[in-house]
């Protein structure tokens, strides 16, 4: 059975909450994504790639495309997350929580 978190590229938009914030995620073709919800290296949607898909229980690394936000930083590493919730609009379906 394929990893349900390893079809990110089959969303159009994911709500990613860490420990610390909640990012929208949207697929931007070409493996490049949309990523903001960071109030000081995304309060805007920047274009990123990503390491890996994002996964409970793990960080989340992304590399900015921009060069602007480069300057600021090469990467980011989030703090581990606790929920995906998925859909077109990232409102459906329901949430996914880590168990503790």
Not at 7 to 28: F, G
Not at 43 to 63: K, S, Y
Request: proline share 8%.
């Amino acid at each position: 059975m394929k990893d349900r978190d390893a079809t990110l590229s089959l969303r159009k938009a994911m709500r990613i909450h860490t420990r610390h914030t909640i990012y929208t995620l949207t697929d931007a073709g070409d493996g490049a994504f949309l990523i903001s919800g960071h109030q000081i290296y995304c309060p805007e949607p920047v274009l990123v790639t990503l390491v890996e898909t994002p996964r409970l229980g793990r960080a989340v690394i992304f590399f900015p495309v921009d060069p602007e936000v480069r300057r600021v930083t090469n990467y980011v590493v989030t703090t581990p997350v606790v929920m995906i919730k998925e859909g077109r609009d990232a409102s459906t379906p329901g949430p996914r929580r880590l168990r503790a």
